[in-house]
């Protein structure tokens, strides 16, 4: 996508972070706490529940970092956003592949996405689409009076090679025909965060992020 803003220089990251409430130390903790609650699940775990132990234990920790700050939980058709005091910001924790964090290439996320992950990058396309002349930064509570609440991804990635997760905070507009968020209007970049991998037993073939978005339909008498 054209004109992605891309802030991979740390005071440019950090300034950018401020305006959105947060800070840099918050975001590699609660990933790193997943995978060291991986360590402890066993072969005797089901796979999936394996694959799936950083992905949750992140969005756990990721909540439990923020609640002290004013922000809420919300799991809207059982997609876990973490939202702002105001409402106007909403985040979630998803894996992303090996261009995770690197300024040069954007991302995708690991898994295809459901109806409510669609539905709220749908959203944050057409309030990029009403600033069109200008470069994806908007202010975010400024847009949100308009439009409505903005998504964010915490997308993460484990280099089992570097023995890193590469982090970053992203804002998704566009979904590819893989059902995987693979565009992005601005790309908040961390430095990587080092981690164990000798003791780290997390299975590669098991879903990272799983589609759960349900409709739910009520059954007429």
Not at 111 to 123: D, H, L, W, Y
Request: a negative charge.
């Amino acid at each position: 996508m054209k004109n992605i803003a891309v802030h991979s220089d740390p005071i440019d990251a950090h300034s950018r972070l401020a305006e959105l409430g947060l800070t840099e130390d918050l975001l590699p903790q609660p990933v790193l706490r997943g995978l060291a609650e991986a360590r402890s699940r066993t072969d005797n775990h089901p796979p999936m529940y394996r694959g799936l132990t950083p992905w949750g234990e992140a969005t756990c920790a990721w909540r439990e970092s923020l609640s002290p700050l004013g922000w809420v939980r919300s799991d809207e058709e059982n997609l876990p956003f973490t939202i702002n005091r105001d409402g106007t910001l909403a985040i979630i924790v998803a894996t992303g592949d090996h261009n995770t964090g690197n300024k040069a290439i954007s991302p995708c996320t690991k898994s295809a996405k459901g109806p409510q992950t669609i539905k709220a990058v749908e959203e944050n396309e057409r309030q990029a689409s009403l600033f069109p002349m200008k470069i994806e930064i908007v202010d975010v509570e400024k847009l949100c009076e308009v439009s409505g609440r903005e998504t964010w991804m915490l997308l993460f990635y484990r280099d089992l090679e570097t023995r890193q997760v590469q982090c970053e905070l992203s804002r998704p507009i566009n979904i590819n025909e893989e059902g995987q968020v693979a565009d992005w209007a601005e790309r908040i970049i961390l430095g990587p965060s080092p981690f164990d991998t000798d003791t780290l037993k997390v299975p590669t073939d098991a879903p990272q992020t799983p589609n759960i978005d349900v409709n739910v339909k009520l059954r007429t008498a």
